[in-house]
């Protein structure tokens, strides 16, 4: 039979391991809250700036869609270019699907800018054609209605995909 001094020698051990062990656990629980932390933090900067750089390509979008020139069009592309390198720059805390889905919103910016180079051009070209021949400018108006309906789509795909994206940083977040 053990005797009572024995158990009480037993019981201040235990005491000091399970002290031990649980100071050992809470560092290595420390540990891993701060790299949470830090990963969760270094995420909702990544999101932020990502964030602020597609609504900033979005207003000038919305910009170009309202009145369209060579300037406004410029500023168009030096925003996507903007995007581009804010997603480069934070590719290191998104995972591959995040990247994909904002390398499929970017695109989407970038079908735009096509289009809105299109509508250029063919007003350009509408210009000589009116001066050559009355009959081509018809033609060429329904090529531009064709575009300017083809722009639109880009543009509500585009802008569904970042409704899309804010859901899905926000929830990311912990916000919804």
Known sequence: MIDLLQLIAWFIGAGIGGAIGGAIFQHYSNKRLAKYNL???????????????????????????????????????????????????????????????????LDQFWYYKV??????????????????????????????????LNNESIKKEYEGLLGDLREKFQKKMGIK
């Open 39 to 105: 990963v969760n933090e270094s995420q909702f900067k990544a999101f932020s700036e990502l964030w602020k750089s597609l609504m900033n390509l979005k207003r000038k979008g919305n910009d170009l869609w309202t009145e369209l020139n060579k300037r406004k069009l410029s500023e168009f592309v030096k925003y996507i270019a903007e995007a581009h390198i804010s997603l480069q720059d934070n590719s290191l805390v998104l995972d591959k699907k995040e990247y994909a889905n904002l390398k499929k919103i």
């Open 115 to 148: 289009g809105k180079e299109r509508l250029i051009d063919m007003d350009n070209k509408k210009i000589q054609h009116k001066i050559s021949s009355l009959s081509g400018s018809t033609l060429i108006s329904d090529e531009r209605q064709n575009q300017v």
